[in-house]
């Protein structure tokens, strides 16, 4: 037991002392994974210092047969999510955040009966990250989610996501 909390204690200095990557002030982009249906996002990342950031997520959904029962749904959903990001080497990073947000979802039963919902959830993000020379930046992240008012099974939605931003 001691040297497992001896490692996770070493872990957790190298990951402190890691060198920050300079990254950039502003980007914009896609997040593209499947997070109960929302297959794509708008993705905004603005750079708060040279370790640390905000993303802001703005994705939405429209699909038939929700949930297998025939129903026609659409939903929109807002997540923010305050990042620290640390260097492995050169242009890849890793990063990992915390945040939360909220969205509104409905539905039309077979009966022609509309039913409309919001939530809001936690959220948490881990994920790696490649800085090219060119102004672009590609992503991979995991993304799991707490919450959602009955929205999420079990109130647990995760995802594991593409991004392509360019920055400015």
């Given at each position: 037991?001691?040297?497992?909390?001896?490692?996770?204690?070493?872990?957790?200095?190298?990951?402190?002392?890691a060198?920050?990557?300079?990254?950039?002030?502003?980007?914009?982009?896609?997040?593209?994974?499947?997070?109960?249906?929302?297959?794509g996002?708008?993705?905004y990342?603005?750079?708060?210092?040279n370790?640390?950031?905000?993303?802001?997520d703005?994705?939405?959904?429209?699909?038939?047969?929700?949930?297998?029962?025939?129903?026609?749904?659409?939903?929109v959903?807002?997540?923010?999510?305050?990042?620290?990001v640390?260097?492995?080497?050169?242009?890849?990073?890793?990063?990992?955040?915390?945040?939360?947000?909220?969205?509104?979802?409905?539905?039309?039963?077979?009966?022609?009966?509309?039913?409309?919902d919001?939530?809001?959830?936690?959220?948490?993000?881990?994920?790696i990250?490649?800085?090219f020379?060119i102004?672009?930046?590609?992503?991979?992240?995991?993304?799991?989610?707490?919450?959602?008012?009955?929205?999420?099974?079990?109130?647990?939605?995760?995802?594991?996501?593409?991004g392509?931003?360019?920055?400015?």
């Amino acid at each position: 037991m001691k040297k497992i909390i001896l490692s996770a204690i070493m872990l957790l200095g190298l990951a402190i002392s890691a060198q920050a990557q300079d990254i950039s002030k502003n980007a914009l982009g896609l997040r593209l994974g499947d997070n109960s249906g929302f297959g794509g996002e708008v993705s905004y990342q603005r750079g708060l210092s040279n370790n640390n950031r905000l993303e802001l997520d703005l994705g939405w959904r429209s699909r038939d047969n929700f949930n297998n029962n025939g129903y026609d749904s659409h939903a929109v959903k807002l997540a923010g999510l305050y990042q620290w990001v640390w260097n492995i080497d050169g242009g890849f990073n890793w990063y990992a955040g915390v945040g939360g947000g909220l969205g509104n979802y409905g539905y039309d039963d077979k009966n022609g009966n509309s039913y409309n919902d919001t939530f809001v959830f936690a959220a948490g993000d881990i994920g790696i990250e490649y800085n090219f020379d060119i102004p672009l930046l590609i992503s991979l992240d995991f993304r799991p989610e707490f919450g959602g008012n009955g929205y999420y099974k079990n109130n647990y939605g995760s995802d594991i996501a593409l991004g392509v931003r360019y920055q400015f």
